[in-house]
Antibody
Framework: QVPLLQSGPEVKKPGSSVKVSCKAS????????INWVRQAPGQGPEWMGK????????NYAPKFQDRVRITADKSTSTVYMELSSLRSEDTAFYYC????????WGQGTLVTVSS | EIVLTQSPGTLSLSPGERATLSCRAS???????LAWYQQKPGQAPRLLIY???SRATGIPDRFSGSGAGADFTLTITRLDPEDFGVYYC?????????FGQGTKVEIK
């Protein structure tokens, strides 16, 4: 069983929003925090925020505080990351990861922002 | 936020050689909360080391981590051709967690 399974690639217009999903299997949803990390082409990863799914408590990096929302659906063990006011610089792979250090990563979702 | 600076930018070595990768933090990393990842093209990063020196599940013992405070090292003894890729350090002791810019390991 894959611990974290993400939704498919997205192409968005500048100014719009994107919502990426991450389905957690087994005990991952109940036992771990889930993070969202993004990686722009040729750059290092960048932490965006996290959620403790069983408590439904989220924390965000200051850089994304005004534009990102991370939520969890207990009925489907799925975590969502929504990023608004998209711009070209948001073009990147978006990963969900688990834990404080990331022992499991989703396969990544490419979000392309282009007019 | 804590800035992590990795050096060198690129390391070009032959199989069997030793690789030493450095990660320096702008301030002390709390609770030894320092991890290392390997990333190959088209793949998500893979956890190698956590808590400075603990190997993740399934990671060969040729990978080792060391350091304390603000200076950390990942050592790969006896490089294997499959060890090519980009290596990132990551501190998770202070929020926001941050990553270094990466060291690329090329196999000669």
């Amino acid at each position: 069983q894959v611990p974290l399974l993400q939704s498919g690639p997205e192409v968005k217009k500048p100014g719009s929003s994107v919502k990426v999903s991450c389905k957690a299997s087994g005990d991952t949803f109940s036992r771990y925090i889930i993070n969202w990390v993004r990686q722009a082409p040729g750059q290092g990863p960048e932490w965006m925020g996290k959620i403790t799914p069983i408590l439904d408590v989220s924390n965000y990096a200051p850089k994304f505080q005004d534009r990102v929302r991370i939520t969890a659906d207990k009925s489907t063990s799925t975590v969502y990351m929504e990023l608004s006011s998209l711009r070209s610089e948001d073009t990147a792979f978006y990963y969900c990861t688990r834990g404080h250090y990331y022992d499991s990563w989703g396969q990544g979702t490419l979000v392309t922002v282009s007019s | 936020e804590i800035v992590l600076t990795q050096s060198p930018g690129t390391l070009s070595l032959s199989p069997g050689e030793r690789a030493t990768l450095s990660c320096r933090a702008s301030q002390s990393v709390g609770s030894s909360s320092l991890a290392w990842y390997q990333q190959k093209p088209g793949q998500a990063p893979r956890l190698l080391i956590y808590a400075v020196s603990s190997r993740a599940t399934g990671i060969p013992d040729r990978f080792s981590g060391s350091g304390a405070g603000a200076d950390f090292t990942l050592t790969i003894t006896r490089l294997d051709p499959e060890d090519f890729g980009v290596y990132y350090c990551h501190q998770y002791g202070s929020s926001p967690g941050t990553f270094g810019q990466g060291t690329k390991v090329e196999i000669k």
